[in-house]
């Protein structure tokens, strides 16, 4: 492990903490081909030694351009996903950028286009495919025959409350969406990776709640993005898919949810038990527990454990000199369905009483 890969991450709220925890541990965990080193952290809130990191920077350019930086690590807001993997891309740098890719397909697709060109490699980061649970669902699936129904979902209650504060994720220009692209995201891009196959068509609804939110200056500023999405789906093969997401759902905390219907079984994966799946037998559902090192990480384990598989994924993949999975071109599939649901909202007929 003499190679070094030194990493830049941008942003330092929680998902910035949570890559920076990865980051940080995934050598002592795995055997890796090269060494990865915390170099320099961006971001307004936290200063460098707080996460470990060597040097800091309160722009991002600075960061992109400079020469102890060879891993860009993007997770700010999605106004800024396009921009800086961009200018990352075109620097040489590797790239890895949290969901959803980016706030339009537009910008997702010059992304791609970019990733498949560059010099550097790129990972979106769908951390939940690094669950035990869901490599070995993907691999039972693939033996269950042809798909009859999927069904997703990921519910939260973050914003449950009313009185609940302005953030950026409620402001369009800044987040893209709401639940549609905080949640919806992660139960697509699930759906699709188990099912082997892609959507082809949607129709959807989108509602906000609350219209408007307190700021830390005594007013309330208008909300722009939606709180909850549910739409009906199409896959290629013909499979029927049904989902949901809302960050209104009291009492649910992390609840994605991602169940195959095939004509061999069924397999629902449930993130409230991340080591389980439920698959169906001759006798009905049976739990199983996930938890051997053949399910390619091994081990029961928790949520920031994604993070360094994930970490631990793209190190060997700059290393192998392989394009990493989920790759850009897998994030612009999603947001092309994050956008045909948002356009396709509205298109509703009443039914008379």
């Not at 460098?48 to 807001?77: K, Y």
């Not at 906000?208 to 896959?235: C, I, M, S």
């Not at 093969?237 to 759902?249: D, I, M, N, T, W």
């Amino acid at each position: 492990m003499n190679q070094a890969i030194r990493v830049g991450v941008i942003g330092t709220g929680f998902m910035g903490r949570a890559h920076a925890h990865a980051w940080r541990n995934v050598g002592h965990f795995f055997d890796l081909p090269a060494r990865p080193v915390l170099s320099v952290l961006c971001g307004r809130t936290l200063t460098a030694p707080a996460l470990g990191f060597a040097a800091h920077e309160n722009d991002w350019r600075r960061l992109v351009e400079r020469d102890d930086v060879d891993l860009v690590d993007i997770c700010s807001p999605g106004a800024t996903h396009a921009p800086i993997a961009l200018a990352a891309l075109r620097a040489g740098k590797h790239v890895l950028c949290e969901k959803p890719l980016a706030n339009t397909v537009e910008e997702a697709e010059a992304m791609a286009e970019a990733a498949a060109s560059a010099p550097g490699q790129a990972m979106v980061g769908f951390n939940f495919r690094r669950l035990p649970a869901v490599v070995a669902a993907r691999e039972l699936v693939a033996g269950m025959g042809r798909i009859r129904h999927v069904r997703g979902s990921y519910l939260n209650d973050m914003l449950a409350d009313p009185a609940a504060p302005m953030a950026w994720r409620l402001r369009a220009d800044e987040a893209g969406s709401g639940a549609l692209g905080d949640l919806a995201s992660h139960a697509v891009d699930l759906a699709q990776h188990l099912a082997g196959d892609l959507i082809t068509g949607v129709s959807g609804l989108t509602e906000t709640f609350v219209a408007e939110r307190p700021t830390g200056e005594g007013r309330l500023e208008k909300v722009t993005v939606d709180d909850a999405t549910a739409f009906v789906a199409r896959f290629g093969g013909g499979a029927l898919g049904v989902f949901e997401a809302s960050r209104y759902a009291p009492g649910r905390a992390e609840g994605l949810r991602v169940e195959i219907d095939a004509e061999g079984g069924s397999v629902i994966f449930d993130l409230g038990s991340p080591n389980d799946l439920l698959v169906l037998d001759g006798e009905g559902f049976k739990k199983v527990r996930v938890s051997d090192p053949a399910w390619w990480y091994g081990h029961a384990i928790g949520y920031e454990h994604t993070f360094v598989h994930q970490a631990r994924d793209l190190v060997e993949a700059i290393c192998a000199g392989k394009r990493p999975e989920p790759s850009f071109a897998d994030g612009l599939r999603v947001q092309r369905v994050l956008e045909a649901v948002a356009s396709s909202a509205g298109q509703w007929r009443d039914i008379p009483r």
